[in-house]
């Protein structure tokens, strides 16, 4: 029998226009980079390349270590989505990364991922005619997809400590981009940010812990009490103080730098300490994304002194 006729038809969806398409995908492959992560890795590396020249390096130079940096820290990022995509996906904070909800196929992440490191390795080798930064870069990729990723996160609560050693090598390829060679400085750099690593990211941990403990990530606020973290981060941000107080006499910084380093690394502490009295007392509100919040503007205040160091002698003498 002939059907009765209806007055609703199938109408094919309307076409997603190519360009549409091409930008879902790039938004995709970018956000494989994790540039948010990345942001705070170029904000050492400007800094110590200034310090290194003693005044702005030529800006060939400085825009080309800063996209290397970029490139290499994407691969590093790209290997981290690939690796990680099954801790991702279980992760109410990561849920929405391009491997989990299909944007991009695994396969493509990982030739994505191995398609930036070759090139950035190159970048630094031929464009910004650096061997030693190359060398220090292929070391910061493994040291991050390899040390980190596969050998320490799923494994220790000391993860991000030691794992965070890749995070610090920016300041080392900085500097060698300028001088093709390494000296206190630079290592100095990189031990502020290797102090202040832990006590960035484990407020962090404090804030998803349920969220690592469901992925059976063994962060240190997931297997430690509260209070035995905050300590650990008071004294990871005392030594970082520490060190970049000792930069005064190594590099020469000025007064300036001086009175940044030492009024931003009390403030810091300050959070630290609050956060192991809050602990302390009990407190279900421990406040620990503010203090992560905190920890970044704190990074971005020291390395803004340093950037701003070497030009110092000449403002004040053109002002007095």
Same mark, same amino acid.
């Given at each position: 029998m002939p059907q009765p006729a209806t007055a609703v038809t199938d109408v094919p969806a309307p076409a997603v226009p190519r360009w549409l398409l091409a930008t879902r995908v790039l938004k995709a492959y970018v956000a494989l980079t994790?540039?948010?992560?990345?942001?705070?890795?170029?904000?050492?590396t400007l800094p110590a390349m200034i310090?290194?020249?003693d005044g702005w390096p030529p800006m060939w130079l400085t825009l080309a270590t800063l996209v290397g940096g970029y490139l290499s820290a994407g691969s590093a990022n790209a290997f981290n989505s690939y690796i990680d995509r099954d801790i991702d996906a279980v992760m109410k904070r990561t849920r929405n990364r391009p491997l989990v909800t299909g944007a991009v196929a695994p396969r493509d992440a990982l030739?994505?991922?191995?398609?930036l490191g070759a090139v950035s390795l190159a970048w630094f080798w031929f464009v910004v005619g650096s061997p030693l930064s190359a060398g220090l870069t292929l070391f910061a990729i493994l040291g991050y997809v390899v040390g980190y990723t596969l050998l320490l996160k799923r494994r220790t609560a000391q993860n991000i400590v030691w794992g965070g050693i890749a995070g610090c090598m920016p300041a080392l390829i900085g500097w060698a981009a300028v001088?093709?060679?390494?000296?206190?400085?630079?290592?100095?750099?990189f031990l502020i940010v290797f102090f202040w690593t832990p006590p960035h990211y484990w407020p962090l941990s404090m804030k998803f812990?349920?969220?690592y403990a469901h992925a059976e990530v063994p962060m240190l606020p997931v297997v430690a009490p509260t209070r035995r973290v905050a300590i650990e981060m008071i004294a990871y $941000?005392? *030594?970082m103080i520490l060190t970049s107080l000792v930069l005064v006499p190594v590099a020469g910084m000025t007064w300036v730098y001086l009175a940044v380093a030492a009024g $931003?690394? *009390?403030?810091?502490?300050?959070?630290?300490?609050?956060?192991y009295v809050r602990s302390q007392r009990g407190d279900e509100k421990l406040r620990e994304m503010r203090l992560f919040r905190e920890s970044i503007v704190y990074l971005t205040l020291v390395f803004a002194a340093v950037l701003v160091d070497p030009f110092l002698p000449d403002l004040l003498t053109v002002w007095g």
């Open positions: 994790k540039p948010r992560i990345i942001e705070l890795l170029l904000v050492t310090l290194a020249a030739v994505f991922a191995w398609v001088r093709e060679s390494l000296s206190w400085t630079p290592f100095l750099l812990r349920k969220d $941000a005392a *030594a $931003a690394g *009390a403030w810091f502490m300050k959070g630290c300490i609050e956060l």
